[in-house]
């Protein structure tokens, strides 16, 4: 069982185009964090949401954490080519904040 | 400040092998953490060092063990391969090792092949 479901899994957009990515959970979590992963590389953190119904704003990104700290979502504005690869969720459960629990991740691909 | 290093980036190996993978931390960060990266089950946590001990630990069976130096420095060792060890490697260090917030900054990972 995936405690922390993302959706889509797979996304391709033209340049400039919006997009939001969902990362759910039935589970609540003390907080859960971003990473965008490029192809050869190792994950890179984005963001750490904490409070429920926080909004953090990266340029173009906006990530927003649930009222109940269930879920969270990344929109991107005005998508560019750089923004292609992996975006992962993971969050530290409320009930065992020693181990991250990692979505499978969306896998995005911005075309020129 | 020097980010986490992993060697070696690629090898091959054939099933049966042996195979150690190292991780060298940010300097100042006492924990380290391995994960296997694979397409379909994406990131499954293998086990997490701190200050040379293991603290958690996946569910992976024996055959994947690991250990951790007084530099804090990090090996991951996996006997007898099998096909389906193939995947990419990660190492993770973090500052506070596993605090609710915790930041994990990523090496570039070792891509292992087994034939």
């Known amino acids: 069982t995936q405690l922390l479901e993302q959706s889509p899994q797979f996304l391709s957009i033209q340049e400039g185009e919006n997009l939001t990515v969902y990362c759910n959970s039935s589970?609540?979590?003390?907080?859960l964090q971003w990473y965008r992963q490029e192809p050869g590389e190792g994950p890179v953190l984005l963001v750490t949401v904490v409070t429920g119904g926080e909004v953090k704003k990266l340029k173009r990104l906006t990530f927003q954490f649930g009222d109940a700290r269930k879920d969270s979502s990344l929109h991107i504005t005005a998508a560019q080519t750089g923004d292609t690869g992996l975006y992962l969720c993971a969050g530290y459960h409320a009930g065992n904040n020693r181990k991250l629990i990692w979505g499978l991740g969306t896998s995005l691909a911005v075309n020129p | 400040k020097a980010g986490v290093t992993q060697t070696p980036r690629y090898l091959i190996k054939t099933r049966g092998q042996q195979v150690t993978l190292s991780c060298s931390p940010i300097s100042g960060h006492r924990s380290v953490s391995w994960y296997q990266q694979t397409p379909g089950q994406g990131l499954q946590f293998l086990f997490e060092y701190f200050s040379e001990t293991q603290r958690n630990k996946g569910n992976f069976p024996g055959r994947f063990s690991g250990r951790q130096f007084s530099n804090s420095r990090s090996e991951m060792n996996v006997s007898t391969l099998e096909l389906g060890d193939s995947a990419l490697y990660l190492c993770?260090?973090?500052?506070?090792?596993?605090?609710?917030?915790?930041?994990?900054?990523f090496g570039e990972g070792s891509r292992l092949t087994v034939l």
């Open positions: 589970s609540v979590f003390s907080s």
């Open positions: 993770a260090s973090s500052a506070s090792g596993g605090a609710d917030t915790g930041e994990l900054f």
